[in-house]
Nanobody, 123 residues
Framework: QVHVAESGGGLVQAGGSLRLSCAASGRFSEIHSSNWYHQAPEKERELVAMMTRDGSTKYSDSVKGRFTISRDNTGNLAFLQMNNLKPEDTGVYFC?????????????????WGQGTQVTVSS
């Protein structure tokens, strides 16, 4: 089993910054992708940033130019640097880690969710 945990959320005024962290632990060969989702109140969960194994990144239009996804050298820690925060960024941010698991020569690529961390941006 793989455990994913986010941290770094909090209360910040509009225009401020936060840095979210995501740690993955457990038995797996490597991380295939790291993904950050945003779920605003009463809205669907939305993918806002992702990074694949080769280091390529993608962002939603709503956060492009303001948010940056990164990871440490091991790839077991993912980060989301959020700058120039807006009230509409308020919500729960979830980390989803897709890993490679090899057992008896069989490879699978399951994904695992963190519990989420609350971000509140005041006007």
């Amino acid at each position: 089993q793989v455990h994913v945990a986010e941290s770094g959320g909090g209360l910040v005024q509009a225009g401020g910054s936060l840095r979210l962290s995501c740690a993955a632990s457990g038995r797996f060969s490597e991380i295939h992708s790291s993904n950050w989702y945003h779920q605003a109140p009463e809205k669907e969960r939305e993918l806002v940033a992702m990074m694949t194994r080769d280091g390529s990144t993608k962002y939603s239009d709503s956060v492009k130019g303001r948010f940056t996804i990164s990871r440490d050298n091991t790839g077991n820690l993912a980060f989301l640097q959020m700058n120039n925060l807006k009230p509409e960024d308020t919500g729960v941010y979830f980390c989803r880690i897709e890993v490679l698991i090899i057992e008896q020569g069989r490879a699978t690529w399951p994904g695992f969710w963190g519990q989420g961390t609350q971000v509140t941006v005041s006007s």
